[in-house]
């Protein structure tokens, strides 16, 4: 109690009362169990009382102060206001910053949230109306990555029902909970910077009697913190009673401080991201629970617990955590065990986003399933993700997690990645799953979508796309025209279609259209000025309309102008008359800038053909293509419909909707706006009419799909069989249309086998026939045709066809009749068929006899019983009967029913191949309705049995109550809804006397002589005896052909040959059909000229896919390659087909850019049978390359599909199977690069070593893949351990760099460590240093230190001294040396030498040995001693660095700032700025071999002594040179020629910029690079911040010294050094002109276009471009930019603009625009004469002596003063006079006469 009474102090003067209220904190905060209820539940039960008691004192010793009884992740309804969390920034905006909280949770931190301070500064900006460029941004104070201590500030409702978290920062309301006495040294604490003094920083902690100072040398960076920034700072020292704490901004000691008991830390204080020593209490299956601070409990989730230890877990285990968040209502704490967020990382995370977000991952596999929290799922690359409970089902759905679970595999969208967590956050929802928009890259530029209306704005109208998707529709994009009250159209929930105007991901902005024109385009969409061709035309809004002509916007942000004369093919003369802002129009490309983004176009040039041709060009139209259709619009004569998904117009004619003339019509009408058709094909291409023509009849489209249909007049043969259609008809017959632009005539004898006397009532236009060739005239290219059913082979099974398509097509509309409207009716009617009976009363019986009922089951339509229908049955109304359904039509809600006894009576059941007389009920022109007998049965029939049948419905033998005699085919058919099946009997006596006779002709095993008509690659076409046409496939031509040989070129037209039928294929399916086959007889004969067939007597066994097993060896024949599934199709034999995919068909990868010129069409090819194809039923798969499995040690073709860059390449293999292709067998010798040669898509050489998990490895070493060849190998590749031994030098790829050291992949499976010790020379803190400079993948060179072959460990060495390679690190960074013991010694020994031999020195100088005088020997000294010392150090140059920073601490820390990037400057020093490095000599060398050479002659001659003469003669010399110096020093125009020079004028004059130049000079041309750079950046410490144009002299010469020097790099770090601290504008200008004067254009181009931007409404930027410009001689480009200066600017800036670029003009650009310039300049300003002042000089300069003449004749009859016309009138008589003749100086004094007395009758009047 008495620990307790010191963490909760509550005063007070009487014990009780203490004694109370420490009570009650005790129950009230800490328990969470009440014993005063315990006592009152078991007050009554007396005798248990003392057991009770002793169980509550129990109970109470065992209770925690927060007790955690399950574990679970934080869930969004858990949270409450006031909870503290942990969070990583993931992005940051101008306004506020995302943060991600533990298990995925997003927050989002608005900027009021910072700080108090920061927002006094945001406030005070917007009061003062002052600009915020100025302020700092949130940018500058948060960095993604950064870990941060948050409270949750708000959770509000969203519209959309979801919840908005709203985060805080303030250290007010972070630390709330904090005081002034519970600070303590050692504590870690967040703030943000407060404000800044001169020697730290004042930092908000949260504690408003606490001032927390932050000194600037305790912070890691050497840039100033700003205010509002926010800190993570370590209490060092707590001074005053928690009044005064001074903090350190160390990472490392910030991230290893521990939170311990002595600190004072309670629940009520505790704060997230605290670093505590925790105890295992018990380990579960969803986490940890565990105890901290001796007395606290709290839980450790899943996904926090550290994965490589999670084994290793046990109670009573002692491991370091991190506070994640704390909810104070109910104390619930949650730790961290992972080792991102434990030391030495817990600041920042370098994983905070993703790349794979929004990804749609399949085969994923469910490896945990936690109830209360989610499910961990694992990808198919090894990647971990997290699934929410509630994004495992639909929002609707029951949460089952077992279905789940069973599943082998999961399809998930990866939703978001959660840094807290390093884990991607994805959802199972099928919805989410399969969204067409999941993120605003999902978005594409001119797509259409629906969306709903959110609000109406007075900008426009926003719409929510999904979820996570919201656009706005501009108010002038609402529709074709300005609405001026779009709210009354418009309202919130409202469904709206658009088309995608413009997309920016980064921003998250979408802007839409709802311009109908627009909507429904069918013409290409210009997103970009590449797209914009010349002679393109398309769609686009007009933006604003000129006099010069209209200014209109495409897709994106493309914009173009169309001159005035291009508007209209009439003369416009206001445009504004014609065209308004909003208008959308056709324009057409005339010409196109992509470079300069200038697009110039036409509204006059456009044409209808235009359009059609610029349709159909981006479309690739072929014949028989099948495509799906949305329907446009509705026609009189058909469907305009858009070709998905590009969008094109076709036109699909109304006939051409089925095969059956009524169903034509009746789909036509329930047909709308946005229906979809699927399967329709491409039939014609016509550019000048309607485009491209498609076809929806089923019997046309299967005509088309056989390959060997006649694409010309060339290709047609008497006898030939053709689908067409009619397409007009004639008195003396009938024009039918076939594909390929083919069409024939039909003649009228030929047209019916019944005589007719006229042809008009005979076929239907558009009607679907079948026609055969009867007569070519070739001279013509016209041919005959017959329509005669009995000269056409045909097949009962397709009327069967027919018929059940038909009523499909029936059953299509009333689905869609009945789909679109919600009434009863509709609904009623679709519940009725063909057959139904049903109880009905009679209402009405009309004059006709027809009869009116009604159904309780059909209330609303109308029923009616024809008199036929009726005959012997009540039908007084009122009465109750019995009626079958015999018709319904949804489009008039009609239903025609019978009441026929033999109708409604119990059904009889069916049999097989019966035979009924069947009663014709109903006909329906192309359906009939009949009875089966007197079974109670109905069924449909078609009226036509053939396509070109000839029936007369008005006869008696085709009427209703007509008999029939059928044969039942099947009793049911649920194709026909349940109805039977059945044939005219009539019609299968025709077929079987067209059998016989056929048969006569051709019988089974027949032996013919044949004629060949036509020779195919895949076959021959033969005449037979009878006139038929017979085919003969290729593969029955040789019995063994030569592989590459084509067999049917053996075969000639006109030649005779003996062959044998042995089978028949369809004509318009080529579907091979065996002799046995009952419709052989009506099928094309198939033949055969093998040999041995035609000896054997015996019937031939067809092939079936069963004869062929995997690896049997085959010879095929290629048919097609197709493009899109990237296979070959092959024919085996007549009716066995095969298909060769890409990669097993090429042996090199070359060959697959052209894989259809690998072989011929019917060429004889060498196959290996793979096995059935799984995509194609019926076919085999084949391969050309010789292996039909993948086996170890095969060389195979791979595509690569997937580059993953940290790993390898993913690559698809030939059968359907993968490939996984590690770093190191890409090559035999690695490169820097390794991944960046291959690319998705790419064809590659592979070598299968072995299989794992289901896929292959492969290798792409030219070792294996061309084992031939042996190439030279110069990193082996690595198969196990023992392969790499101790000493050997080895070459691998950097896999990461951590504290435990850089790893290195050896090999696929085998990897590396290298100790930072053995990593580089430099001694380093922090593994960062490294990772910064060698990247991941990074190619390095080491030395095998040891190997461990048990443990499989391999130990490297990186240092240069094991290597021979360079440094990992380099030189710049100025990195301490990382000394060994001996060299330490040895620098010991050298370093006290030194000093020894220094102090010897001074006591020779004062005993008068060495009198030295000069400061030419002086300096030798010097030299000589750095020399030395030089050479001492040779073998290591350790002494020669801490020498260096024991003599010239100051140059030292000059030198360890990293130098930047600065521009020219000229000096009046000797040192030209333009010299190059090489031409530069050492400014001393020649005094140091001088000096040594003098030193060697004296040391050769002997001593001599010196008389008082002499030495009284060197005294005068010495004070006559000490006077001649001084008077060189004190005379400030001598030039210093030494750095002590320097240094002496530099301490009077440090504010001097042109003295720190010449210094700089100085050591450039000494070639000393470097001490010039530390010149500069001391020359920046030390000039006052005052003297700002002498700063930027220094920059300036930077920014020069980098650009002749350093690198691009380099130059651009100075100069984003120099916009920080100086006038950004002074020096974009001075690097810009750094570049114009050294011929760096391109690079002064891109910065001035850059400063247009940032600096558009600075005239000075516009006049400095333009000058550039106008000097390269870009005359158009520099008016471009005066157009858009004069848009930035105000117009007071305007005139002089104009003015200085037009005088620009008249030195470097075109003379007779500059003239115009200002002749319009002068026309709007007539009295602005300092501007005709410049006109004349400019004239007198440029012009000719007329035109200044005119000039100055216009300027003296201005109307201004006097004085000024003087003025003009001088400088015209002298330019006369210089110029001018006699006569003209006359001239001139006659005008100013006549001035004067003009002026003077004017006064006087």
């Known amino acids: 109690m008495a620990a307790m009474e010191e963490d909760f102090p509550r005063g007070g003067t009487q014990k009780s009362s203490v004694d109370k209220t420490a009570k009650s904190h005790e129950v009230d905060n800490l328990f969470q169990t009440h014993e005063a209820e315990v006592k009152k539940k078991r007050k009554t039960v007396e005798q248990d009382d003392g057991e009770n008691f002793k169980k509550q004192k129990v109970d109470a010793v065992s209770l925690k102060l927060n007790t955690a009884a399950a574990v679970e992740v934080l869930h969004l309804l858990n949270l409450k206001v006031g909870t503290l969390l942990l969070g990583c920034v993931r992005e940051v905006s101008e306004l ?41 941004t949130l940018s500058e104070l948060l960095t993604p990555g950064t870990l941060v201590r948050c409270v949750v500030s708000s959770l509000n409702s969203a519209k959309e029902g979801q919840i908005s978290l709203k985060l805080s920062i303030n250290p007010k309301e972070v630390n709330k909970c904090l005081s002034a006495a519970a600070l303590k040294p050692g504590m870690t604490l967040s703030g943000c910077v407060e404000s800044v003094e001169d020697h730290g920083f004042l930092v908000d902690i949260g504690i408003n009697s606490t001032k927390a100072f932050l000194p600037k040398k305790s912070t890691s960076s050497k840039q100033d913190l700003k205010v509002g920034q926010y800190v993570s700072s370590l209490i060092e020292e707590v001074k005053n009673e928690g009044r005064v704490v001074r903090l350190s901004l160390n990472p490392q000691a910030v991230n290893k401080a521990v939170a311990g008991t002595q600190q004072g830390w309670t629940l009520d204080n505790l704060l997230p991201g605290l670093l505590i020593r925790v105890h295992i209490k018990r380990v579960t299956p969803h986490g940890l629970l565990v105890e901290y601070l001796s007395s606290f409990s709290g839980t450790v989730d899943f996904l926090h617990i550290d994965q490589e230890k999670a084994s290793s877990y046990k109670s009573g285990n002692e491991v370091l955590a991190r506070v994640l968040y704390i909810e104070p209502s109910s104390r619930a704490v949650a730790l961290s065990l992972r080792s991102h967020l434990l030391p030495p990382g817990g600041s920042v995370l370098d994983n905070f986003t993703s790349e794979k977000i929004g990804e749609v991952v399949q085969g994923c596999k469910m490896t945990a399933v936690h109830h209360h929290s989610g499910a961990l799922m694992e990808m198919p690359d090894g990647t971990k993700a997290f699934v929410h409970r509630n994004r495992m089902k639909e929002s609707k759905e029951e949460f089952n997690p077992n279905r789940l679970l069973a599943q082998p595999e999961h399809n998930m969208r990866i939703t978001d990645y959660s840094p807290m967590e390093q884990i991607h956050m994805a959802s199972l929802r099928k919805s989410n799953v399969e969204a067409m928009f999941y993120r605003y890259q999902d978005v594409k530029v001119g797509q259409i979508i629906e969306g709903t209306v959110i609000s109406l704005q007075k900008q426009g109208m926003f719409v929510r796309i999904t979820d996570h998707i919201k656009g706005m529709i501009p108010r002038n994009h609402l529709a074709d025209v300005v609405l001026t009250n779009p709210e009354k159209k418009f309202h919130e929930g409202m469904k709206v279609k658009c088309r995608v105007l413009s997309v920016d ?58 001159p005035v004369q291009e508007l209209s093919t009439e003369h416009v003369t206001d445009p504004e008359e014609l065209f308004f802002v909003g208008q959308v129009v056709k324009a057409k490309v005339i010409k196109c800038n992509a470079e300069n983004e200038k697009l110039v176009l036409s509204f006059k040039a456009v044409t209808e053909v235009d359009v059609i041709q610029t349709q159909t060009t981006q479309f690739d139209f072929e014949i028989g293509k099948t495509v799906d259709v949305s329907v446009r619009r509705k026609v009189l004569d058909g469907l305009e419909v858009s070709i998905l998904p590009e969008e094109i117009l076709a036109f699909l004619p109304t006939v051409h909707l089925s095969d059956h003339v009524t169903n034509c019509l009746l789909l036509w009408d329930a047909l709308e706006e946005g229906d979809n058709i699927s399967g329709v094909v491409c039939l014609t291409l016509n550019k000048n009419k309607r485009g491209i023509t498609l076809t929806n009849k089923p019997s046309l489209k299967e ?14 043969l008497v006898g030939m069989q053709m689908v067409g259609w009619v397409k007009n008809i004639m008195p003396y017959g009938v024009f039918v249309d076939f594909p390929h632009g083919l069409f024939g005539l039909a003649p009228k004898a030929a047209m019916c086998d019944k005589f007719i006397t006229d042809t008009a009532n005979v076929f239907a236009i558009g009607q679907t026939v079948v026609a055969k060739v009867t007569n070519l005239d070739e001279e013509k290219n016209r041919f005959l045709v017959g329509l005669k059913v009995s000269e056409l082979n045909l097949s009962e099974e397709d009327a069967r066809a027919r018929l059940i398509q038909g009523q499909k097509e029936r059953k299509a509309i009333v689905e869609m009749v009945t789909g679109r409207g919600e009434s009863d009716l509709l609904e009623q009617l679709s519940a009725v068929s063909v057959g139904d009976k049903m109880k009905m009363v009679v209402e009405e019986v009309k004059e006709d006899g027809t009869v009116t009922l009604t159904s309780d089951r059909l209330s609303g339509a109308t029923v009616l019983a024809s008199k036929h229908h009726t005959i012997g049955v009540n039908t007084t109304p009122g009465c109750k009967l019995t009626a079958v359904v015999l018709h319904v039509d949804p489009l008039k809600s009609q239903v025609l029913v019978s009441l026929l006894p033999t109708l409604t009576r119990k059904r009889k059941s069916l049999s097989n191949n019966s035979e009924l007389a069947a009663t014709i009920q109903l006909i329906d022109k192309d359906f009939a309705v009949v009875s089966l007998g007197d079974t109670g049965h109905l069924t449909i029939i078609p009226t ?105 070129s053996s075969l000639k037209i006109g030649e005779e040959v003996q062959a044998k039928v042995i089978g028949g294929h369809t004509v318009r399916r080529n579907k091979f059909l065996p002799i046995t086959h009952p419709n052989f007889k009506l099928a094309l004969p198939e033949l055969t000229l093998l040999p041995r067939k035609l000896e054997d007597g015996a019937m031939q066994t067809v092939d079936t896919l069963k004869n062929y097993k995997p690896g049997d060896k085959v010879i095929c024949f290629p048919s097609k390659y197709d493009k899109q599934l990237k296979c070959l199709e092959v024919h085996l034999k007549s009716n066995i087909m095969g298909t060769v995919e890409l990669l097993a068909m090429i042996s090199k990868p070359g060959q697959a850019n052209n894989p259809q010129k690998l072989f011929k069409p019917g060429q004889a090819v060498l196959a290996i049978v793979v096995g059935n194809n799984p995509s194609r039923t019926g076919q085999l798969s084949l391969s050309l390359t010789g292996m039909y499995k993948p086996e170890q040690g095969l060389v195979a073709m791979g595509m690569v599909w997937k580059i993953e860059p940290h790993w390898g390449l993913f690559v698809k293999l030939p059968f359907g199977n993968s490939g996984l292709v590690s770093l190191m067998d890409l090559a035999d010798e690695y490169s820097d690069n390794p991944l960046e040669p291959y690319k998705e898509g790419q064809v590659i050489r592979c070598c299968i070593i072995g299989e794992e998990k289901g896929h292959f490895n492969v290798s792409l070493r030219p070792s294996r893949t061309f084992k031939a060849k042996q190439e030279k190998v110069t990193d082996p590749d690595i198969q196990s351990i023992s392969d790499i031994k101790e000493g050997q030098i080895i070459r691998g790829y950097v896999k990461t760099v951590g504290v435990s050291g850089i790893f290195v992949r050896l090999s696929r499976s085998l990897e590396g460590r290298v100790q930072l010790q053995n990593a580089t020379k430099y001694y380093i803190n922090k593994p960062e240093v490294i990772s910064e400079h060698v990247s991941q993948n990074a190619l390095v060179t080491a030395k095998v230190l040891s190997v461990d072959t048990e443990n499989i460990h391999v130990s490297l060495s990186l240092l240069t001294k094991d290597t021979g390679k360079p440094d990992i690190l380099p030189e710049s ?57 030089i050479k001492e150090d040779s073998d290591s140059g350790v002494e020669v660095f801490f020498r260096e920073a024991d003599d010239d601490e100051p140059n030292k820390e000059c030198e360890k700032k990293n130098p930047k990037e600065p521009e020219r400057l000229q000096i009046s020093c000797g040192f030209s700025w333009d010299t190059t490095l090489s031409s530069l000599t050492p400014a001393a060398l020649d005094h140091i071999y001088e000096s040594s050479e003098d030193e060697a002659e004296d040391q050769s001659k002997p001593i001599k002594k010196k008389s008082r003469k002499e030495l009284q003669q060197e005294q005068q010399n010495a004070e006559q040179q000490l006077s001649k110096l001084e008077a060189e020093l004190m005379d400030p125009s001598v030039r210093p020629d030494n750095a002590t020079a320097f240094e002496r004028l530099l301490l009077s004059s440090p504010d001097s910029s042109f003295l720190w130049l010449q210094y700089m000079a100085f050591h450039l041309q000494a070639t000393q690079i470097e001490q010039a750079r530390a010149v500069a950046e001391r020359a920046l410490k030390t000039i006052s911040f005052r003297e700002e144009q002498e700063k930027l002299n220094v920059w300036v010469a930077m920014l020069n010294l980098e650009n002749m020097y350093g690198t691009e790099e380099s130059l651009q770090k100075v100069f984003e050094r120099a916009i920080q601290y100086c006038e950004p504008l002074p020096v974009y200008q001075q690097l810009a002109n750094v570049y114009a004067k050294s011929d760096k254009l391109k690079e002064a181009e891109t910065l001035y276009k850059s400063m247009v931007k940032r600096f558009r409404q600075e005239k000075a930027v516009y006049e400095s471009y333009g000058n550039f410009l106008l000097r390269q001689g870009q005359s158009n480009a520099a008016n471009a930019l005066l157009q858009r200066a004069l848009q930035s600017l105000s117009n007071k800036d305007h005139v002089d603009l104009i003015t200085k670029f037009a005088r620009l003009e008249f030195q470097y650009g075109n003379t007779g625009r500059a003239k115009s310039m200002f002749e319009k300049v002068l026309g709007t300003y007539p009295k602005r004469t300092d501007l005709w002042s410049v006109f004349i000089d400019l004239m007198v300069k440029h012009g000719s002596q007329k035109e200044v003449r005119e000039i100055f004749d216009r300027v003296i009859n201005l109307s201004v003063s006097v004085k000024k016309i003087k003025f003009f009138f001088k400088r015209y008589l002298e330019y006369e006079k210089k110029h001018g003749t006699p006569e003209s100086i006359q001239a001139v004094k006659q005008k100013a006469l006549e001035y004067v007395e003009t002026k003077g009758a004017e006064a006087a009047s």
């Open 96 to 136: 506020e910053a995302v943060v991600g909280l533990p298990s995925g949770l997003v927050g989002y931190l608005p900027i009021r949230n910072i700080c108090d301070s920061y927002t006094k500064i945001l406030i005070d900006r917007l009061e003062s109306e002052s600009s915020l460029e100025e302020v700092v």
């Open 505 to 562: 991901a980064a921003n998250k902005r979408l802007l839409m259209t709802r311009k109908k024109a627009l909507i429904e385009s069918t013409l290409p969409i210009i997103q970009s000025y590449s797209d914009a061709r010349v002679g393109r035309v398309a769609h686009c809004s007009i933006m604003c309309v000129k006099k010069f002509g209209c200014i209109v916007r495409f897709y994106g942000d493309v914009k173009g102008l169309v």
């Open 703 to 716: 005509y088309l799909e056989d390959g060997n249909i006649p694409t010309g007049f060339s290709e047609l």
């Open 944 to 1048: 036509k049995t053939e396509l070109n049948d000839i029936i007369d419905l008005e006869s008696e033998k085709f009427s209703i109550g007509s008999c029939l005699n059928v044969i039942v085919k099947y009793p049911s058919s649920e194709e026909l809804g349940g109805l039977p099946v059945v044939a005219r009997k009539g019609q299968d006596q025709q077929v079987k006397s067209k059998s016989k006779e056929s048969a006569q002709k051709h019988s089974l095993g027949a032996m013919v002589t044949v004629e060949v008509t036509k020779v195919k690659p895949l076959g021959v076409l033969v005449l037979l005896p009878s006139g038929t046409t017979g085919h003969i496939h290729v593969s029955e031509i040789e019995e063994s052909p030569v592989v590459g040989s084509l067999p049917t």
């Open 1373 to 1429: 960074l100025k990195l301490p040396l990382r000394l060994a013991e001996d060299e330490k010694k040895k620098h010991n020994i050298t370093k006290r030498k030194r000093l020894s031999s220094e102090s010897e020195q001074q006591d020779e100088k004062k005993d008068g040995k060495k009198a030295k005088k000069n400061k030419d020997s002086t300096v030798t000294e010097e030299h000589i001693d750095k020399k030395t010392a």
